[in-house]
Protein backbone atom coordinates (compact mmCIF):
# COMPACT_ATOMS: atom_id res chain seq x y z
CA UNK A 1 0.00 0.00 0.00
CA UNK A 2 3.19 2.57 0.65
CA UNK A 3 4.02 2.13 -2.79
CA UNK A 4 0.38 2.46 -4.25
CA UNK A 5 0.05 5.80 -2.28
CA UNK A 6 3.91 7.04 -3.66
CA UNK A 7 2.49 6.59 -7.04
CA UNK A 8 -1.30 8.31 -6.37
CA UNK A 9 0.59 11.65 -5.45
CA UNK A 10 1.97 11.96 -8.66
CA UNK A 11 -1.43 11.67 -10.44
CA UNK A 12 -0.99 15.36 -12.08
CA UNK A 13 1.02 13.94 -14.61
CA UNK A 14 0.41 11.71 -17.25
CA UNK A 15 1.77 8.26 -17.17
CA UNK A 16 1.36 7.66 -13.70
CA UNK A 17 -0.65 5.24 -11.48
CA UNK A 18 -4.13 5.66 -11.88
CA UNK A 19 -3.94 6.39 -16.32
CA UNK A 20 -1.90 3.42 -16.96
CA UNK A 21 -4.09 -0.05 -17.20
CA UNK A 22 -2.90 -2.37 -14.83
CA UNK A 23 -2.53 -6.21 -15.99
CA UNK A 24 -3.39 -8.00 -13.10
CA UNK A 25 -3.84 -11.56 -11.63
CA UNK A 26 -4.07 -13.83 -9.27
CA UNK A 27 -2.81 -17.22 -7.56
CA UNK A 28 -6.26 -18.40 -7.31
CA UNK A 29 -9.72 -17.43 -8.68
CA UNK A 30 -10.69 -15.40 -5.47
CA UNK A 31 -7.22 -13.59 -4.98
CA UNK A 32 -7.37 -12.29 -8.66
CA UNK A 33 -10.93 -11.03 -8.32
CA UNK A 34 -9.82 -9.63 -5.25
CA UNK A 35 -6.96 -7.74 -6.57
CA UNK A 36 -8.98 -6.97 -10.06
CA UNK A 37 -11.12 -5.37 -8.12
CA UNK A 38 -8.54 -3.15 -5.85
CA UNK A 39 -7.08 -1.77 -8.78
CA UNK A 40 -10.23 -0.92 -10.59
CA UNK A 41 -11.22 1.41 -7.24
CA UNK A 42 -8.20 3.15 -8.19
CA UNK A 43 -7.04 2.88 -11.87
CA UNK A 44 -8.73 5.58 -14.15
CA UNK A 45 -7.77 3.92 -17.10
CA UNK A 46 -9.21 0.46 -16.07
CA UNK A 47 -8.02 -3.40 -15.52
CA UNK A 48 -6.84 -6.15 -17.69
CA UNK A 49 -7.31 -9.33 -15.86
CA UNK A 50 -4.80 -11.83 -16.99
CA UNK A 51 -5.99 -16.01 -16.88
CA UNK A 52 -2.26 -16.33 -14.66
CA UNK A 53 0.48 -14.88 -12.88
CA UNK A 54 3.25 -15.90 -15.41
CA UNK A 55 0.89 -14.95 -17.98
CA UNK A 56 0.62 -11.05 -16.12
CA UNK A 57 4.20 -11.31 -15.87
CA UNK A 58 5.17 -12.85 -19.18
CA UNK A 59 3.25 -9.67 -20.16
CA UNK A 60 5.57 -7.08 -18.23
CA UNK A 61 8.37 -8.72 -19.57
CA UNK A 62 8.10 -7.95 -23.55
CA UNK A 63 6.95 -5.22 -23.14
CA UNK A 64 10.62 -4.07 -21.91
CA UNK A 65 11.65 -6.06 -24.29
CA UNK A 66 9.75 -4.55 -27.42
CA UNK A 67 10.78 -1.39 -26.08
CA UNK A 68 14.79 -2.55 -25.95
CA UNK A 69 14.50 -4.09 -29.35
CA UNK A 70 12.83 -0.92 -31.19
CA UNK A 71 15.26 1.37 -29.35
CA UNK A 72 18.05 -1.16 -30.25
CA UNK A 73 17.38 -0.96 -34.08
CA UNK A 74 17.23 3.15 -34.11
CA UNK A 75 20.73 3.16 -32.44
CA UNK A 76 21.82 0.73 -35.23
CA UNK A 77 20.71 3.00 -37.99
CA UNK A 78 22.19 5.66 -36.02
CA UNK A 79 25.78 4.08 -36.26
CA UNK A 80 24.64 3.12 -39.97
CA UNK A 81 23.33 6.68 -40.80
CA UNK A 82 26.63 7.97 -39.17
CA UNK A 83 28.83 6.04 -41.54
CA UNK A 84 26.85 7.73 -44.61
CA UNK A 85 26.93 11.10 -43.02
CA UNK A 86 22.73 11.71 -42.62
CA UNK A 87 21.55 13.04 -39.49
CA UNK A 88 19.47 10.56 -38.20
CA UNK A 89 17.33 12.68 -36.63
CA UNK A 90 16.39 14.10 -39.61
CA UNK A 91 15.56 10.77 -41.01
CA UNK A 92 13.27 9.78 -37.99
CA UNK A 93 11.36 12.77 -38.53
CA UNK A 94 10.53 12.58 -42.13
CA UNK A 95 9.73 8.66 -41.06
CA UNK A 96 7.31 9.70 -38.64
CA UNK A 97 5.10 11.82 -41.23
CA UNK A 98 3.59 7.95 -41.43
CA UNK A 99 1.07 7.36 -39.57
CA UNK A 100 2.25 3.49 -38.73
CA UNK A 101 6.18 4.77 -37.76
CA UNK A 102 6.65 3.74 -34.29
CA UNK A 103 8.96 7.21 -33.63
CA UNK A 104 11.52 5.82 -31.16
CA UNK A 105 14.81 7.70 -31.12
CA UNK A 106 18.70 6.43 -30.70
CA UNK A 107 20.25 6.69 -26.92
CA UNK A 108 21.41 4.90 -24.12
CA UNK A 109 19.24 2.19 -22.41
CA UNK A 110 19.61 1.86 -18.47
CA UNK A 111 17.49 1.81 -15.93
CA UNK A 112 15.70 -1.48 -13.66
CA UNK A 113 13.34 -2.42 -16.35
CA UNK A 114 14.09 -2.28 -19.81
CA UNK A 115 17.91 -2.62 -19.53
CA UNK A 116 17.24 -5.79 -17.21
CA UNK A 117 14.11 -7.54 -18.12
CA UNK A 118 15.11 -8.71 -21.55
CA UNK A 119 17.85 -11.11 -19.85
CA UNK A 120 15.51 -12.87 -17.54
CA UNK A 121 13.66 -14.01 -20.10
CA UNK A 122 16.85 -14.67 -22.35
CA UNK A 123 18.26 -16.46 -19.64
CA UNK A 124 14.56 -18.56 -18.95
CA UNK A 125 14.62 -18.88 -22.63
CA UNK A 126 18.23 -20.35 -22.90
CA UNK A 127 17.07 -23.01 -20.14
CA UNK A 128 14.47 -24.35 -21.68
CA UNK A 129 16.42 -25.05 -24.88
CA UNK A 130 16.27 -22.23 -26.88
CA UNK A 131 18.74 -19.00 -27.82
CA UNK A 132 16.66 -15.75 -28.01
CA UNK A 133 19.09 -13.95 -31.17
CA UNK A 134 16.84 -10.86 -31.47
CA UNK A 135 16.31 -10.30 -27.57
CA UNK A 136 20.30 -10.54 -26.97
CA UNK A 137 21.37 -9.01 -30.05
CA UNK A 138 18.96 -5.90 -29.14
CA UNK A 139 20.95 -5.91 -26.06
CA UNK A 140 24.44 -6.21 -27.31
CA UNK A 141 23.83 -2.89 -29.33
CA UNK A 142 22.19 -1.13 -26.11
CA UNK A 143 24.83 -1.82 -24.17
CA UNK A 144 27.63 -0.72 -26.52
CA UNK A 145 26.25 2.60 -27.03
CA UNK A 146 28.20 4.17 -24.07
CA UNK A 147 31.67 2.93 -25.61
CA UNK A 148 30.18 4.06 -28.74
CA UNK A 149 29.07 7.42 -27.41
CA UNK A 150 32.36 7.96 -25.97
CA UNK A 151 34.90 7.21 -28.99
CA UNK A 152 32.20 9.45 -31.19
CA UNK A 153 32.72 12.55 -28.23
CA UNK A 154 36.98 11.67 -28.99
CA UNK A 155 36.41 11.39 -32.54
CA UNK A 156 34.57 14.71 -32.77
CA UNK A 157 37.34 16.53 -30.27
CA UNK A 158 40.28 15.71 -32.27
CA UNK A 159 38.92 17.19 -35.28
CA UNK A 160 38.39 20.26 -33.61
CA UNK A 161 41.87 19.80 -32.63
CA UNK A 162 41.11 19.87 -28.83
CA UNK A 163 43.45 18.07 -27.16
CA UNK A 164 42.35 15.21 -25.23
CA UNK A 165 44.86 14.49 -22.66
CA UNK A 166 43.67 16.53 -19.79
CA UNK A 167 40.89 18.31 -21.44
CA UNK A 168 38.22 19.03 -19.25
CA UNK A 169 34.72 17.15 -20.20
CA UNK A 170 31.62 17.89 -18.95
CA UNK A 171 28.31 15.18 -18.35
CA UNK A 172 24.80 16.61 -17.75
CA UNK A 173 22.72 14.08 -16.48
CA UNK A 174 23.20 11.08 -14.79
CA UNK A 175 19.74 9.08 -13.86
CA UNK A 176 18.94 6.29 -16.13
CA UNK A 177 16.30 8.58 -17.64
CA UNK A 178 15.18 12.36 -17.73
CA UNK A 179 13.50 14.27 -14.65
CA UNK A 180 13.88 10.95 -12.53
CA UNK A 181 15.97 10.76 -9.89
CA UNK A 182 16.87 6.73 -10.33
CA UNK A 183 20.51 6.16 -10.73
CA UNK A 184 20.43 2.40 -10.95
CA UNK A 185 21.79 0.38 -13.60
CA UNK A 186 22.74 3.92 -15.40
CA UNK A 187 24.30 3.37 -19.02
CA UNK A 188 25.71 7.00 -18.10
CA UNK A 189 28.70 5.45 -16.05
CA UNK A 190 29.71 3.58 -19.38
CA UNK A 191 30.08 6.79 -21.05
CA UNK A 192 31.99 8.59 -18.31
CA UNK A 193 34.46 4.87 -17.59
CA UNK A 194 35.57 5.33 -21.02
CA UNK A 195 36.24 9.36 -20.98
CA UNK A 196 38.58 8.04 -17.81
CA UNK A 197 40.70 5.71 -19.76
CA UNK A 198 41.40 8.49 -22.52
CA UNK A 199 42.75 10.60 -19.20
CA UNK A 200 39.75 13.36 -19.36
CA UNK A 201 39.39 15.05 -16.61
CA UNK A 202 35.81 13.87 -16.35
CA UNK A 203 32.77 15.89 -14.19
CA UNK A 204 29.13 15.09 -14.04
CA UNK A 205 26.35 17.59 -13.24
CA UNK A 206 23.47 16.38 -12.56
CA UNK A 207 20.92 18.58 -10.15
CA UNK A 208 17.78 15.75 -9.49
CA UNK A 209 20.08 12.32 -8.98
CA UNK A 210 21.00 11.83 -5.44
CA UNK A 211 24.70 12.83 -4.70
CA UNK A 212 25.11 9.91 -1.57
CA UNK A 213 23.57 7.37 -3.64
CA UNK A 214 26.16 8.26 -6.91
CA UNK A 215 28.91 8.39 -4.42
CA UNK A 216 27.80 5.05 -2.50
CA UNK A 217 27.09 3.02 -5.69
CA UNK A 218 29.58 4.92 -8.48
CA UNK A 219 32.19 6.54 -6.72
CA UNK A 220 31.66 9.66 -8.04
CA UNK A 221 31.33 13.12 -6.81
CA UNK A 222 28.54 14.46 -8.80
CA UNK A 223 27.73 18.49 -9.21
CA UNK A 224 24.27 18.88 -7.82
CA UNK A 225 24.14 22.55 -7.81
CA UNK A 226 24.58 24.73 -10.98
CA UNK A 227 26.20 27.77 -9.21
CA UNK A 228 29.65 25.08 -8.38
CA UNK A 229 29.92 24.77 -12.54
CA UNK A 230 32.86 27.40 -12.11
CA UNK A 231 35.61 25.86 -14.96
CA UNK A 232 35.42 25.96 -18.45
CA UNK A 233 35.31 22.59 -20.80
CA UNK A 234 36.08 21.43 -24.39
CA UNK A 235 33.31 19.66 -24.14
CA UNK A 236 29.70 19.01 -22.71
CA UNK A 237 27.47 15.57 -23.64
CA UNK A 238 23.88 15.75 -22.98
CA UNK A 239 22.94 12.71 -21.91
CA UNK A 240 19.61 12.66 -20.10
CA UNK A 241 17.56 15.44 -21.12
CA UNK A 242 16.54 16.71 -18.00
CA UNK A 243 13.93 19.78 -17.69
CA UNK A 244 16.34 21.99 -15.92
CA UNK A 245 18.84 21.81 -18.31
CA UNK A 246 16.59 23.55 -20.87
CA UNK A 247 17.58 27.20 -19.18
CA UNK A 248 21.43 26.06 -18.60
CA UNK A 249 23.41 28.52 -20.64
CA UNK A 250 26.02 26.10 -22.12
CA UNK A 251 28.36 29.17 -23.47
CA UNK A 252 29.34 30.76 -19.93
CA UNK A 253 30.71 27.54 -18.78
CA UNK A 254 32.53 26.14 -22.45
CA UNK A 255 35.96 27.35 -23.79
CA UNK A 256 36.24 28.76 -26.95
CA UNK A 257 36.26 25.82 -29.68
CA UNK A 258 34.21 23.26 -27.85
CA UNK A 259 32.16 20.59 -28.91
CA UNK A 260 28.72 20.60 -27.47
CA UNK A 261 27.48 16.87 -27.82
CA UNK A 262 23.53 15.83 -28.09
CA UNK A 263 22.87 12.19 -27.00
CA UNK A 264 19.04 13.34 -26.88
CA UNK A 265 18.33 15.42 -29.92
CA UNK A 266 17.62 17.98 -26.98
CA UNK A 267 18.38 21.32 -27.62
CA UNK A 268 17.40 23.12 -30.76
CA UNK A 269 19.07 22.45 -33.95
CA UNK A 270 19.78 25.94 -34.47
CA UNK A 271 22.60 25.45 -32.01
CA UNK A 272 24.46 23.40 -34.55
CA UNK A 273 25.20 20.90 -31.79
CA UNK A 274 27.02 17.38 -32.60
CA UNK A 275 24.17 14.36 -32.54
CA UNK A 276 23.96 10.80 -32.22
Known amino acids: MVILLKELILVIKKHTL ?99 DPYYLAQKSINIGYYPEIILGGRRINDSMGSYISKSVIKKMIKKNIVINNSSILILGFTFKENCPDTRNTKVIDIYN ?53 NLDLKNIMNQNSLVYDVKNFYSRTLNYDRL
Open 194 to 246: ELIEYNANVKVFDPIANKEQVKKEYDIDIINDVSKLTDKFDCAILSVSHNDFK
Open 18 to 116: INIKKITSGSNKESAFFIDNLYKSIIVAGTYKAKSIKVAEAAKVIENCQRDINIAFVNELSKIFNLMQIDTNDVLDAASSKWNFLNFRPGIVGGHCIGV
